[in-house]
């Protein structure tokens, strides 16, 4: 009996997702008002809140912690000043601060997360200098600063812990048309892009006083045009989008000094205008108004490069804004101004297993060739 022998040849391909990779979460985008500004996270990831600065109007929409979609709340969209560019959390979750560009005013709201009743405190809206833009809470939640494009400074308010009332401090000169305002991982610093000039005004930063002194050496030059800035997961690394020239400046930051150095530019595509880094792992990502995609970069703490992953550039709505993370680095979300929208997308993390290779996602295709 002749006998006969089968070589059976399998292949199985896994499907990997890589670390940075983005997918949209059910029911991404979601309708916001007229020209979303920056979207925010509170600071539990339980909300997100947005500027429309063509409805003077903020949105304020519940979050989903398992799959990241977004539901509106009840109380939303809700009246604020004219022109509004920005809405941010207090660090304690309690009290929502928005910049009215229009009025020159800072609308104040109590929030409660349970209820999810938004009510005006007692004195809002705050009187500000002309055109504010970008305010945030100090991270201890006793300050609360924001940039004035039409005076070339910032204001430092003192807030109220129980009533979220803010009373004015002082002002500090910057540079010309000062537009987005960042305080670094630590606390310890302030810095503020000038972008009447193409510089970064820097500060040290008193979290007890509130003080704040100039960096030896500031203003720092930055590309034509910058637009915002972010800092890296360790804190080491200042990242500065440059619409202008069209690249991402990586700045060193002296921990000691708050000084700046400048150590790399990395092309961004076409017409780059918010970019940042994510709060929880080594990845940057910048939006490209113009062709309505955001991109994604591995970030290399050691040699301060960006290298853009592999499957980058991602759709979004029409004409992108700016991006902002979910505290735990597990969601992004862009405004889309184009489109009156805010996409939400899941972000695939690192891990000390799939640094390289990328996190299997349990689908196979299997081939299996018989000779």
């Given at each position: 009996?002749k ?8 292949i199985t391909?896994?499907?990997?997702a890589a670390p940075?990779d983005?997918?949209p ?17 509170s ?6 809140a947005?500027?429309?600065?063509g409805?003077a109007?903020?949105s ?6 398992s799959n990241?979609s977004?539901t ?6 809700i009246a604020v000043g ?9 660090p304690d979750n309690?009290?929502?601060a928005v ?11 109590r929030?409660?997360?349970i209820?999810?009743?938004v009510t005006p405190?007692t004195?809002s809206?705050?009187?500000t200098?002309?055109?504010p ?5 100090s991270p201890?939640n006793?300050?609360?600063?924001v ?6 400074s910032?204001?430092?308010y003192s807030?109220d812990?129980?009533t979220?009332?803010?009373?004015f401090?002082s002002?500090?000169?910057?540079g ?7 305080f670094?991982?630590?606390g310890k ?7 009447g000039d193409?510089?970064?005004s ?15 050496g500031?203003?720092?030059a930055?590309?034509p045009?910058?637009?915002?800035q972010s ?8 990242s500065?989008v ?14 000691a000094?708050?000084a700046?150095?400048?150590?790399s530019n990395?092309?961004?595509g076409i017409d780059?205008?918010?970019?940042l880094f994510s ?10 108004r113009?062709?309505?995609?955001i991109?994604v970069?591995?970030f ?5 490069t960006?290298s853009?992953i ?5 759709a979004?709505g029409?004409?992108p804004f ?5 505290p735990t680095g597990?969601?992004?979300?862009v405004?889309?101004?184009g489109?009156?929208s805010v996409s939400?997308?899941s972000?695939e993390?690192?891990s000390l297993l ?17 000779n």
């Amino acid at each position: 009996m002749k006998m006969r022998y089968f070589l059976i040849l399998c292949i199985t391909i896994s499907l990997f997702a890589a670390p940075g990779d983005l997918t949209p979460v059910p029911g991404s985008p979601f309708t916001a008002g007229d020209s979303p500004f920056v979207p925010n996270y509170s600071p539990n990831g339980q909300h997100l809140a947005v500027a429309n600065n063509g409805s003077a109007t903020i949105s304020i929409f519940r979050a989903n912690q398992s799959n990241g979609s977004l539901t509106e709340i009840g109380a939303s969209p809700i009246a604020v000043g004219s022109g509004p560019v920005f809405a941010v959390f207090s660090p304690d979750n309690k009290f929502i601060a928005v910049t009215n560009n229009g009025s020159s005013t800072i609308s104040v709201f109590r929030f409660d997360q349970i209820t999810e009743t938004v009510t005006p405190v007692t004195g809002s809206p705050f009187a500000t200098l002309p055109l504010p833009n970008v305010g945030l809470y100090s991270p201890n939640n006793n300050f609360y600063l924001v940039t004035s494009t039409g005076a070339n400074s910032f204001s430092t308010y003192s807030v109220d812990q129980s009533t979220g009332v803010l009373t004015f401090m002082s002002t500090t000169a910057t540079g010309p048309s000062p537009t987005a305002l960042f305080f670094s991982r630590n606390g310890k610093f302030i810095t503020i892009i000038n972008a009447g000039d193409n510089t970064i005004s820097a500060f040290l930063f008193d979290s007890v006083t509130g003080s704040t002194t100039p960096v030896a050496g500031s203003p720092f030059a930055t590309g034509p045009t910058p637009t915002n800035q972010s800092d890296s997961l360790d804190g080491n690394f200042l990242s500065v989008v440059n619409n202008g020239n069209e690249t991402i400046s990586i700045y060193a930051i002296d921990q000691a000094t708050g000084a700046l150095t400048l150590l790399s530019n990395t092309p961004s595509g076409i017409d780059p205008e918010g970019g940042l880094f994510s709060p929880t792992d080594n990845i940057f990502v910048v939006t490209n108004r113009a062709i309505n995609v955001i991109r994604v970069f591995a970030f290399n703490p050691t040699t301060a490069t960006l290298s853009e992953i592999i499957n980058s550039p991602f759709a979004t709505g029409l004409a992108p804004f700016v991006p902002g993370f979910s505290p735990t680095g597990s969601f992004l979300a862009v405004t889309n101004l184009g489109s009156n929208s805010v996409s939400v997308f899941s972000v695939e993390q690192s891990s000390l297993l799939n640094n390289l290779s990328g996190t299997i996602r349990d689908k196979y295709i299997g081939f299996c060739f018989a000779n």
